[in-house]
């Protein structure tokens, strides 16, 4: 067995035991997520075990526009003068409470941003944002070098560049 992230397949991926103890991420993996990817509003990578099917963790990647005067100054300051750029949107990440210690939160964090990276040299992106749920979520983001919007605690980026740097 070996673990393995790959798009989120309805027909192939059991979903219905995934529980990481927040009734929002629930939900929208068992519910929402196979609508979303439909509409290409998300795209959903999901952690398995193969040859199971059973999803052990999954996240979320979107287009996004980040108004620039929400930024650090530092940051902003070496964008261009545009009042909105694009961005990469970490919507959700959610570990089924089963496979906690693991690390696999850190497993998929670091897959969204190497594929948030790559993409960015097809489509522009200067950050990936995250949407943390709680302080909870917002302190692993700050873990891993994020920084808060300054009017949303909850909501946080990592510079593309930052990124860039991890994979050199």
Known sequence: MVLKIEPLDSKKHSRSNFSCGKDSLD????KQAS??????V?????LVNDPETEVLAYYTLSSYIVDV???????AKTLPRYPL???????RLGCDRLQKGKRLGELML???LKKSLE????IASLAVIAEALDEEAANFYI?????RFKQEPLKLYLPMKSIELLYE
Do not use: H
Not at 42 to 46: D, R
Not at 119 to 122: L, R, T
Not at 143 to 147: L, S
């Open 35 to 40: 609508q979303d990817i439909k509409k290409r």
């Open 85 to 91: 750029l694009p961005a990469t949107l970490l919507g």
């Open 69 to 75: 005067t929400v930024l650090d100054v530092s940051f």
């Open 119 to 122: 993409v960015s040299m097809q």
């Open 143 to 147: 873990k891993y070098g994020f920084q």
């Open 110 to 112: 670091v897959d969204a």
């Open 42 to 46: 998300a795209t959903v990578f999901v």
């Open 27 to 30: 939900s929208y993996i068992k």
